[in-house]
Nanobody
């Protein structure tokens, strides 16, 4: 099973930027889905950016053009660059991984502990 550890959350003013990192170990590049999700208390978890093993990255409509997910395979680290942040981006952000070649046909069976992002207006 993949082990995941997020970092990089924090508080920022609207319009600012943050970069989240997710250190991953134990996965196979082309057979695993990797992605970022977020959740606000009382609401369903939302897929922010997800990539299947053989996919391009799918982004939520609310973050397209502002967020970019990237993978440094050598460092086995997944990143989420978040620009032009809005108060509605405030949430706990989680990285996730699991077997699968195309999103949403992924078995996301590994999750990080989450990192809080707070955007002040």
């Amino acid at each position: 099973q993949v082990q995941l550890a997020e970092s990089g959350g924090g508080s920022v003013q609207a319009g600012g930027s943050l970069r989240l990192s997710c250190a991953a170990s134990g996965y196979r590049n082309r057979r695993y889905c990797l992605g970022w999700f977020r959740q606000v208390p009382g609401k369903e978890r939302e897929a922010v950016a997800v990539k299947g093993g053989r996919d391009s990255t799918s982004y939520a409509d609310s973050v397209k053009g502002r967020f970019t997910m990237s993978l440094d395979s050598a460092k086995r680290t997944l990143y989420l660059q978040m620009n032009s942040l809005k108060p509605e981006d405030t949430a706990m952000y989680y990285c996730a991984a699991g077997p699968g070649r195309t999103w949403p046909d992924c078995n996301l069976n590994s999750w990080g502990q989450g990192t809080q992002v707070t955007v002040a207006s």
